[in-house]
């Protein structure tokens, strides 16, 4: 019987300590846990959390708070497609939230992230233009409108660079012809690049030299080495290429 009652008073005991530790269940201790492991970078956890917070207290003045730090924590994560969808019901769900405007433009970065070749990705590259534009319309005067015009740049170069690729692609199946109809665009409409015009004139003197003029390929060629512009933007692997071609099909 003793022993009975020790063994009791150690179970009261250790449930005592339990409940002591025992953080209370309410949603002001939720959202601090969950924006404290965001603050922390461990954005699984965070998403795990604030995830459970809008299922749970869906009438919260804060849902909205947990709704788009979740979407933000799927987005730090580099987990994109959640990210997508998360910030959308945010939007459809709470348009009126001060989160609105945040979320519009990180659906338009999402979009831009999701995919590694994105220039070539015109499903992604039309969302991102489309959420953009949405913000403009909605939020005119937002105090995030320098953020807008950044991605907005970005959209700009993306789709220049979706012509850059369409013309290699018509070189390297032998039609530069129809490459230069995409390289004319490209300069015509996104010359104020640098990248953008490097790009295009290498893929230019590739052009040249397919059609058989070496003289107006050899003088882009050595423009941009002595230039040495295809070095600081990253080309020079594409450069090497349109040198080779050169020296290959044009020997004197």
Sequence with gaps: MKRFLIISLILVSAACQSRKYRAPENPDFLFGQAMELFQNRKFTKSAELFRSFVFKYPLSDSVDDAQY????????AKQYDDAIVEYTFLIT???ASGYAGDAYLELAECYLNKSKNVARDTESLSEA????GEFKVRFPNSSLMDKAREIELRILRLSGFKYI???????RIGEPK???VYLNIAMQEFGNDDSIAVFAKILSARSLVMKGDCHAAKAIIEELEQSKS???LGLKKQFNIAKKELSKKCKE
């Design 165 to 171: 690729y369409i013309a290699d692609t018509y070189l």
């Design 178 to 180: 129809s490459a230069d």
């Design 93 to 95: 769900t709470f348009p």
């Design 230 to 232: 295809y070095n600081d």
């Design 69 to 76: 730090y979740l979407a933000k924590s799927y987005k730090e």
């Design 129 to 132: 233009k489309r959420y953009l």
